[in-house]
């Protein structure tokens, strides 16, 4: 098979217009300059514009992506001891002290979208700790070598795509810091999905996942816009955890969504 390097070389040698193969990923740090450019005519033809191109350009291999992508044991807990590690009467004590501080606020998303407030308030408390930390990691490098791996490259390849047409929109810049995996704001957004489910929920023209206003109402339109229905149950067994999981594959973590949720909705 042929190397990384001297596919680059190739490719860049033929410079023909128009040419958009797929970046060849790799299972090391140490082919990553040479992938940018690759990655960079593929984008490019996917309609990514000068910004977006400069942003991933710009990336750096990280490392802390890497080691957060092969350890990711609390999803291998059981569910009694998940709900320990993840704080789960914390979330759902603060969860409904926020839901009776704005009520108007949940009310209407409900309202809007169909999503009970217990929903998105566990959410919200399980992936940020409602806002408290985001994350510390440049979202543009941890998608970018997310898709250069070759673990889960088909996969994160299309957020890659969407993270450098945020930067084109204005919705992040390169610097944007977010989670290991690249996800954005309260409620952790994949860019992927927040360029397709994104909402300007406080009406300021952009939409921001690190406002929570923004934040709360494209979570309710990605679960809706998933199938959530309208008054029917979210439990195991019930219409609505069918939605949930696709907010997150990790069994355990839909279950402890369902069950803080019910907890706080009270």
């Given at each position: 098979m042929a190397s990384l390097s001297s596919v680059a070389a190739l490719l860049l040698s033929l410079s023909l217009p128009g040419l958009a193969l797929a970046a060849p990923c790799s299972d090391t740090g140490g082919q990553y300059e040479s992938w940018k450019p690759l990655m960079a005519a593929e984008a490019e033809a996917a309609g990514v514009g000068r910004r977006g191109i400069?942003?991933?350009m710009a990336t750096s291999y990280s490392k802390a992506t890497i080691g957060a992508d092969r350890n990711q044991?609390?999803?291998?807990?059981?569910?009694?001891?998940?709900?320990?590690?993840?704080?789960?009467?914390?979330i759902v004590n603060l969860g409904r002290?926020?839901?009776?501080?704005?009520?108007?606020?949940?009310?209407?998303?409900e309202q809007q979208y169909g999503v009970p407030a217990g929903v998105l308030i566990a959410i919200h408390g399980m992936e940020t700790g409602f806002g408290n930390f985001m994350g510390d990691t440049n979202v543009v490098s941890a998608i970018a070598t997310l898709a250069y791996d070759c673990r889960r490259s088909d996969f994160f390849t299309p957020h890659l795509i969407a993270a450098l047409k945020l930067v084109d929109?204005?919705?992040?810049?390169?610097?944007?810091?977010?989670?290991?995996?690249?996800?954005?704001?309260?409620?952790?957004?994949?860019?992927?999905?927040?360029?397709?489910?994104?909402?300007?929920?406080?009406?300021?023209?952009?939409?921001d996942l690190t406002d929570i206003?923004?934040?709360?109402?494209?979570?309710?339109?990605?679960?809706r816009q998933k199938g959530w229905r309208p008054g029917a149950g979210y439990q195991e067994g019930e219409p609505n955890f069918a939605v949930i999981e696709e907010w997150n594959a990790a069994t355990v973590y839909q279950q402890a969504i369902a069950l803080m949720a019910a907890r706080i909705d009270g």
């Open positions: 400069e942003a991933l044991k609390s999803f291998r807990y059981s569910l009694e001891k998940f709900l320990e590690v993840r704080g789960a009467d914390a002290k926020r839901k009776a501080q704005n009520p108007e606020f949940y009310a209407a998303l929109m204005g919705s992040i810049s390169p610097a944007t810091v977010g989670a290991k995996h690249g996800e954005l704001g309260h409620t952790q957004f994949l860019p992927g999905n927040a360029l397709t489910y994104g909402v300007d929920g406080n009406g300021d023209g952009r939409v206003v923004d934040a709360m109402a494209s979570t309710a339109h990605f679960l």
